[in-house]
Structure formats: C-alpha cells, structure tokens
C-alpha cells in the first residue's frame, strides 16, 4: 500500500463509521418513539373521536368508541407478542380524556389532560437541560446502552442531548401556544382537527432534530459491552490464580 492509499482508506473508513452511526441512531430513535405504528396508535383514537362527534354532535359514542379502539390496539399487540407500552399509554390517556369530558360533560375536555401532558413535557424537557440531564438522554440513553455514561464520559453527546431535549421543549411550547387559546376560543370540532392536525408534524419535527444532532454526536459507549468484558477478564484472571496455585 502506498502513501497515497492510506488517506483513502481513512477516508472510507470514516465514512463507513458515520453511516453506522447514523444507521444505530435511526435504529434507537424508532425503537424510543414507536415509529410508524407508534404514531398511528397515537392518532388513531382521538381522529375517531373528532369523527364521531362532527357527525353526531354525542360524546358518549365518540368517547365509547375512542377508548375502545385504543384497547383494540393494546390487544393487537399483546396477540402478536410486541412491546405495548405505546399502546397502553395511549389507553391511559384516552380513559383519562373520557373521565374528564364525561365528568364536565364538555367534550373539548376530552383533549385537555393530553394537553396538560404536552405542557408538562415540554417544561421537563427544558427544566432537565437546565439541570444538566437533559430529558432525551434519560430516555434515549438505555435504547443507546450508553445508560448515564454521556453525562460525564461523552460531552459531546451530552451537548447533543441537550441540544435535542431544548428543541423537543421548544416545539412542544409552540404547540401548546397554538392549542391553548383555541380550547377556550374554538368550538369543538374545530379544535378537535386542529389538534389532530398538530398531532404529527410538532413530532416528526423533533424526532428530525434529534436524530440530526445525535447523528453528528460521538458514539455512544455501550456500557453493557464494558461490564461483559471486565467480567470475561475477571473470570481470565481467576482461572489463571487457579492454574498458577
């Protein structure tokens, strides 16, 4: 190999690794936000809800039949043995929707505990980078088997946390700024397909942004991989004080 070929080779080889990176952090970010079905099962009960009541104007049908369509989803995945943790926290927003707007008997209420949700989140998000945990490392970093390594191993990633969790924060306000005063302003079924118009885009948005920083971010230290290979050595070590006794 000549001189000339090394600076190549590196060249490949550094692209090879970043399109690994990029590849294990599409990977993660599905795995953590659900992906295509995580967001159908996310969209899916309150589009019916809004549906129901355009058409009828009777929020104990479109209530019945959001919560039910929201089990269904849980009960898909239980029958194909999938994770359901994005199912069931659909349910448990939707059950908790239907209590209010039952409870009320206003069926904007049925929005109003996932918009206190948003907001809430939204506030985490920058509360915790303000801290110095950024919320999206908390979350993404067992998906990365990073764990807690980031925050004092890998500044670089904890600045791309930081960066990601400000951005989900951020957008999850301007949604919030939107929908807040039109639950007080807009009738119902206004503010029901504005919602669900805002469902996605705010989310794909910040997914985007996430994966744009991580992507550039320095790999993450799998610290699962560290503990198997001091227990690997551990065990060398011990079998070698055997044989030497």
Same mark, same amino acid.
């Given at each position: 190999?000549?001189?000339? !070929?090394?600076?190549?080779?590196?060249?490949? @080889?550094?692209?090879? !690794?970043?399109?690994?990176? #990029?590849?294990?952090?599409e990977a993660a970010l599905f795995e953590a936000f659900g992906g295509l079905r995580g967001m159908i099962e996310t969209v899916l009960p309150g589009l019916l809800f809004v549906t129901i009541f355009t058409i009828n104007k009777d929020l104990h049908s479109a209530a019945i039949a959001a919560l039910g369509v929201s089990i269904l989803l849980v009960v898909v995945r239980?029958?194909?043995?999938?994770?359901?943790?994005?199912?069931?926290? +659909?349910?448990?927003?939707?059950?908790?929707?239907?209590?209010?707007?039952?409870? =009320? +008997?206003?069926?904007?209420?049925? *929005?109003?505990?996932?918009?206190? *949700?948003?907001?809430?989140?939204?506030?985490?998000? %920058?509360?915790? =980078?303000? /801290? +110095?945990?950024?919320? %999206? $490392?908390?979350?993404?970093?067992?998906?990365? &088997?990073?764990?807690?390594?980031?925050?004092? @191993?890998?500044?670089?990633?904890? &600045?791309? *946390?930081? &960066?990601?969790? *400000?951005?989900? $924060?951020? %957008?999850?306000?301007?949604?919030?700024?939107?929908?807040?005063?039109?639950?007080?302003?807009?009738?119902?079924?206004?503010? +029901?397909?504005?919602?669900?118009?805002?469902?996605?885009?705010?989310?794909?948005?910040?997914?985007?942004?996430?994966?744009?920083?991580? /992507?550039? /971010?320095?790999?993450? %230290?799998?610290?699962?991989?560290?503990?198997?290979?001091?227990?690997?050595?551990?065990?060398? @070590? @011990?079998?070698?004080? #055997?044989? /030497? !006794?």
């Open positions: 190999m000549t001189s000339l !070929d090394k600076p190549t080779e590196d060249a490949q @080889r550094d692209a090879q !690794d970043a399109q690994d990176s #990029r590849a294990v952090t239980l029958v194909m043995k999938d994770t359901v943790k994005h199912a069931f926290s +659909g349910v448990f927003g939707v059950a908790f929707g239907v209590v209010f707007a039952m409870m =009320t +008997g206003n069926a904007k209420d049925f *929005y109003l505990p996932g918009m206190l *949700y948003t907001l809430g989140l939204a506030l985490a998000y %920058i509360v915790t =980078t303000l /801290a +110095g945990v950024p919320l %999206i $490392g908390l979350i993404l970093g067992p998906v990365f &088997k990073e764990n807690l390594s980031w925050r004092t @191993r890998n500044p670089g990633r904890k &600045k791309a *946390y930081a &960066k990601a969790s *400000y951005a989900w $924060g951020l %957008i999850l306000l301007a949604k919030c700024a939107i929908l807040f005063p039109l639950y007080w302003w807009a009738d119902t079924t206004q503010f +029901g397909w504005v919602l669900i118009a805002l469902k996605i885009p705010p989310f794909l948005l910040a997914v985007w942004l996430t994966w744009v920083f991580l /992507a550039k /971010a320095p790999p993450p %230290i799998d610290v699962f991989a560290e503990m198997e290979a001091e227990e690997k050595a551990e065990k060398e @070590r @011990r079998a070698a004080a #055997r044989s /030497a !006794d």
